[in-house]
């Protein structure tokens, strides 16, 4: 997604005035951009981006099928229509429709301006949504670009619909307050912008004496104090995040800008971009409790872990096709396991908050049954299948495991290992590692320079290269048990005596249960061959038509007891004896609260950890 000529592209910038030559001679001319926002109330733009010193080549032009950050194909061609083009002299150039993603224009006299109509209508972090509200645009999801002008820098005049409208925007300003600039394709790909009425809270961090801003954006109903709150809240996770590394990113343009929308049309979600991040939540301040502070959290740490600790394969980013990295686990699964640490260090919840949230998390994990079909690494190829991918046609849901939550606890036994095996050594220092090596120097990494940093962190290669065989390129997970001891947490089963017929989600449907989800394999459901659909019409002779009916069954019983399960399986019925099982689900929780004593030492681990209550 990155050009190494960042330098090169704050010059362009910079010169605006060799532009204006550019413009003149045609060579090297910015591809400029017109966005009007006339119909907003149904959703639609209409668009012009102007091309000039072409030379006599047919300009091919379409929509991405990728958008940074995203591992999935995605059509936004689909939404595009009413598409024309003119020359120079402002006559009608005829266009050509080979394929469904773009268009050509055979002949022209050298500049081509193309006008069309978007619709767009799903806020979140990879499509775009105008309405009279706002234009919330993702720029794969807005914006045609021409084959062969990857590196022409860019210009872009935003028409607002309302005089309300202001612009947040990682995009380069000029001196006209509805004008940005991009220095490259790559760059205006990655530039999210909305236009609407939102609260701006603005402030200064350190990096070194260099005074870097910023910004929080936030579109919303709610009131000024509940984003003054909200942005309290971000600057000290803002804080802890930055101890994390021991430094700023230098931003382009000195500014990072969280653009949020918190409203019931918008689609939660957050997407991570080099100098901004789009964060969206369905739910009000008041309504979510101020959770929203979750996903800026991960967000803003992708800042280095991923934007500029950055996978080779996503080098550049090509928006024509999925691009697809086995190192997901890291860049998202260990932000994950940031994202709540950086707020609980920054006091903004408790650890009893951490500690549930993370036991629902191991829980997952260590029980999934997709661990058994892949690696870490296997979980992050799979990844533009799943990252907001659609099919129609069912899959297996048993062989993935996400690389989110799988990542996130990858980096949790990592961490506590390191603090057990390696005195002063923790996985704050192995990402300080990263950053310096491969962020600063924006050098993508392979997976074997995961490998080898971990070494250089250690001074134990042999320790990296085991870990990197058991738990990444295999999928052996350790025994958490005494590395949270170390803490002063104990891990136990949840419920042990309750009897389980396994985590596929049984629901009444009037007459019967039906088995909503695809049983796990080695669970009591899956071996005695129920699927999903299935209806459960009794269980020992009494029916089940309610909820309750499958609750009181568990209820009665303990794990080991056998039950007999009549079925109705695509229409045959049938009858299976089901072996109950002991529910797996494992909880974390304090020594204190199990009945231990918690040491001075586990004490000072704990704070040196979570930081202080």
Same mark, same amino acid.
């Given at each position: 997604?990155?050009?190494?000529?960042?330098a090169?592209?704050?010059?362009?910038?910079?010169?605006?005035?060799?532009?204006?030559?550019?413009?003149?001679?045609?060579?090297?001319?910015?591809?400029?951009?017109?966005?009007?926002?006339?119909?907003?109330?149904h959703?639609?733009?209409?668009?012009?981006?102007?091309?000039?010193?072409?030379?006599?080549?047919?300009?091919?032009?379409?929509?991405?099928?990728?958008?940074p950050?995203?591992?999935?194909?995605?059509?936004?061609a689909?939404?595009?229509?009413?598409?024309?083009?003119?020359?120079?002299a402002?006559?009608?150039l005829?266009?050509e429709r080979?394929?469904?993603?773009?268009?050509?224009?055979p002949g022209?006299d050298?500049?081509?301006?193309?006008?069309?109509?978007?619709?767009?209508?799903?806020?979140?972090?990879?499509?775009?949504?105008?309405?009279?509200?706002?234009?919330?645009?993702?720029m794969?999801?807005t914006?045609?670009?021409?084959?062969?002008?990857d590196?022409?820098?860019?210009?872009?005049r935003?028409?607002?619909?309302?005089?309300?409208?202001t612009?947040?925007?990682?995009?380069?300003?000029?001196?006209?307050?509805?004008?940005?600039t991009?220095?490259?394709?790559q760059?205006?790909?990655?530039?999210?912008t909305?236009?609407s009425?939102?609260?701006?809270?603005?402030w200064?961090?350190?990096?070194?004496?260099?005074?870097?801003?910023?910004?929080?954006?936030?579109?919303h109903?709610g009131?000024?104090?509940?984003?003054?709150?909200?942005?309290a809240?971000?600057?000290?996770v803002?804080?802890?995040?930055?101890?994390?590394?021991?430094?700023?990113p230098?931003f382009?343009?000195?500014?990072?800008?969280?653009?949020?929308?918190?409203?019931?049309?918008?689609?939660?979600?957050?997407m991570?971009?080099?100098?901004?991040?789009?964060?969206?939540n369905?739910?009000s301040?008041?309504?979510?409790?101020?959770?929203?502070?979750?996903?800026?959290?991960?967000?803003?740490?992708?800042?280095?872990?991923?934007?500029?600790?950055?996978?080779?394969?996503?080098?550049?980013?090509? =928006?024509?096709? &999925?691009?697809?990295?086995?190192?997901?686990?890291?860049?998202e699964? %260990? $932000? !994950? +396991? *940031?994202?709540p640490?950086?707020?609980?260090?920054?006091?903004?919840?408790?650890?009893?908050?951490?500690?549930?949230?993370?036991?629902?998390?191991l829980?997952g994990?260590?029980?999934?049954?997709?661990?058994?079909?892949?690696?870490?690494?296997?979980m992050s190829l799979?990844?533009? =299948?799943?990252d &907001?991918?659609t099919?129609?046609d069912?899959?297996?849901p048993n062989? %993935? $495991? !996400? +690389? *989110?939550?799988?990542?996130q606890?990858?980096?949790?036994?990592?961490?506590?290992?390191?603090?057990?095996?390696?005195?002063?050594?923790?996985?704050?220092?192995?990402?300080?590692?990263?950053?310096?090596?491969?962020?600063v120097?924006?050098?993508?990494?392979?997976?074997?320079?995961?490998?080898?940093?971990?070494?250089?962190?250690?001074?134990?290669?042999?320790?990296?290269?085991?870990?990197?065989?058991?738990?990444?390129?295999?999928?052996?997970?350790p025994?958490?048990?005494?590395?949270?001891?170390?803490?002063?947490?104990?891990l136990?089963?949840?419920?042990?005596?309750?009897?389980w017929?396994?985590?596929?989600q049984?629901?009444?449907?009037?007459?019967?249960?039906?088995?909503?989800?695809?049983?796990a394999?080695?669970?009591?459901?899956?071996?005695?061959g129920?699927?999903?659909?299935?209806?459960?019409?009794?269980?020992?002779?009494?029916?089940?038509?309610?909820d309750?009916?499958?609750?009181?069954?568990l209820?009665?019983?303990?794990?080991?007891?056998?039950?007999?399960?009549?079925?109705?399986?695509?229409?045959?019925?049938r009858?299976?004896?089901?072996?109950?099982?002991a529910?797996?689900a494992l909880?974390?929780?304090?020594?204190?609260?199990?009945?231990?004593?918690?040491?001075?030492?586990?004490?000072?681990?704990?704070?040196?950890?979570?930081?202080?209550?």
């Open positions: 997604m990155r050009t190494t000529a960042w090169l592209a704050a010059t362009i910038l910079a010169g605006w005035s060799g532009v204006a030559q550019a413009q003149t001679t045609g060579a090297g001319a910015p591809v400029e951009y017109d966005l009007r926002f006339d119909n907003a109330v959703h639609e733009a209409r668009i012009t981006a102007t091309w000039r010193g072409i030379g006599d080549q047919p300009l091919r032009v379409q929509m991405s099928r990728s958008s950050g995203r591992y999935a194909l995605h059509e936004f689909k939404n595009v229509y009413s598409v024309s083009a003119t020359d120079g402002r006559r009608a005829s266009l080979t394929d469904p993603y773009g268009w050509t224009v022209h050298g500049t081509v301006v193309l006008t069309y109509t978007l619709y767009a209508d799903r806020a979140d972090g990879t499509y775009s949504q105008i309405d009279a509200t706002h234009a919330h645009l993702n794969p999801a914006l045609m670009w021409a084959t062969g002008f590196d022409r820098p860019v210009r872009l935003f028409r607002p619909y309302s005089p309300d409208w612009i947040a925007t990682q995009l380069a300003p000029t001196d006209a307050a509805d004008t940005f991009a220095p490259g394709l760059y205006l790909m990655d530039s999210p909305e236009l009425g939102h609260a701006l809270r603005e200064q961090v350190d990096d070194a004496g260099v005074a870097r801003t910023m910004r929080l954006t936030v579109h109903a009131t000024d104090a509940e984003v003054d709150t909200f942005a809240s971000a600057r000290k803002v804080d802890q995040q930055i101890a994390v590394f021991g430094d700023v230098d382009d343009y000195g500014t990072y800008t969280f653009i949020a929308d918190y409203l019931p049309h918008v689609s939660g979600d957050g991570e971009h080099r100098n901004s991040t789009i964060i969206s369905t739910r301040f008041q309504e979510a409790n101020f959770s929203q502070l979750g996903t800026l959290s991960h967000e803003f740490f992708h800042a280095w872990n991923v934007e500029r600790i950055r996978p080779a394969e996503l080098e550049p980013f090509d =928006f024509t096709r &999925a691009n697809p990295t086995p190192s997901l686990w890291f860049a699964g %260990f $932000t !994950s +396991y *940031y994202g640490l950086a707020i609980r260090r920054a006091g903004e919840s408790t650890v009893d908050a951490f500690l549930a949230d993370f036991s629902g998390t829980n994990i260590v029980n999934a049954p997709g661990r058994a079909y892949g690696s870490p690494q296997e799979r990844a533009p =299948f799943v &907001a991918a099919a129609i069912p899959t297996n062989i %993935f $495991t !996400s +690389y *989110y939550p799988y990542g606890i990858i980096a949790l036994a990592l961490d506590l290992t390191l603090r057990e095996r390696f005195p002063g050594v923790t996985l704050d220092d192995y990402m300080r590692r990263m950053w310096q090596v491969h962020g120097t924006e050098r993508p990494y392979t997976p074997d320079d995961l490998r080898l940093a971990l070494g250089a962190v250690t001074g134990d290669q042999a320790f990296a290269d085991t870990f990197f065989a058991t738990s990444i390129d295999g999928s052996a997970l025994d958490f048990a005494p590395l949270l001891a170390q803490a002063g947490l104990v136990k089963p949840a419920r042990p005596e309750a009897a017929a396994g985590s596929a049984v629901r009444a449907t009037g007459t019967a249960l039906m088995v909503a989800g695809a049983p394999p080695q669970t009591p459901l899956y071996e005695a129920l699927d999903r659909g299935d209806q459960i019409v009794s269980v020992d002779g009494t029916a089940m038509e309610s309750a009916a499958w609750a009181g069954m209820q009665a019983h303990r794990p080991g007891d056998v039950v007999q399960i009549r079925f109705r399986q695509r229409g045959v019925d009858t299976a004896p089901v072996r109950l099982a529910d797996p909880q974390i929780v304090r020594t204190e609260a199990a009945g231990g004593t918690l040491t001075d030492g586990q004490k000072a681990f704990r704070e040196a950890w979570l930081g202080a209550e």
